[in-house]
């Protein structure tokens, strides 16, 4: 399978807050934030695979800041790790002020599965990396494919 770059993938969602999207204590609803970014993970994963893709874990979403009402809030996506059939998207969640400055509010990791016509897990792509910073990512993204190998051996 030709190797696709982390550019080819990238995704962004941008929202405006209403008030749908907000708790009882006037803030961004975390949940909320969960679904938009799952939709960016999944099709961060689409790209790259070209394929239909299934969440199978979400074991990092820090929530570093909050968002309030009438708020722009961006989502970015990007892949950082190819395995066979799992791909790991990071999503990056920011406030964006009307001057444009950017303040990191959410970072989550995904793995999502490509799935076959079955709905079986399917190959997916090599991951072509480019800059010192991808290959940063890559590396980390490892490890916590490890560990959660190792988690998953281990019934955590
Ligand atoms: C995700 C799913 C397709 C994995 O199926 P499976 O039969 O366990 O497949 P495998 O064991 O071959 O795993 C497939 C890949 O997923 C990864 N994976 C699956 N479960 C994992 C877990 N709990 N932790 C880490 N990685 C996991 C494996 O490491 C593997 O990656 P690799 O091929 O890159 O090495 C299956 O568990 C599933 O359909 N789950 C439900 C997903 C869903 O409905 N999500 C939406 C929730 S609303």
């Known amino acids: ?30 949940g909320k934030l969960m679904e938009w970014i799952d939709v960016v993970a999944a099709v961060v994963a689409r790209r790259h695979s070209g394929k239909n893709v299934t969440t199978a874990v979400v074991d990092t979403l820090q929530f570093k800041g ?26 990056k969640t920011y406030i964006e002020a009307l001057s444009g400055e950017q303040t990191l509010i959410n970072t989550a990791y995904i793995v999502m599965v490509a799935l076959d016509q079955n709905e079986k897990p399917t190959l997916v792509p ?31």
């Open 66 to 91: 909050a968002a309030h009402p009438n708020d722009t809030v961006v989502l970015e996506g990007y892949i950082t790790y190819a395995g066979k059939t799992s791909m790991e998207v990071c999503v």
């Open 1 to 30: 399978m030709k190797p696709k770059t982390v550019d080819f993938s990238r995704a962004t969602q941008v929202q405006v807050l209403t008030q749908g999207s907000i708790n009882g204590y006037n803030r961004l609803f975390g």
């Open 126 to 156: 090599p991951l072509k990396l480019i800059s010192d910073e991808e290959e940063y990512e890559w590396l980390m993204a490892e490890k916590r494919y490890n560990l959660r190998k190792k988690r998953r051996q281990e019934n955590y």
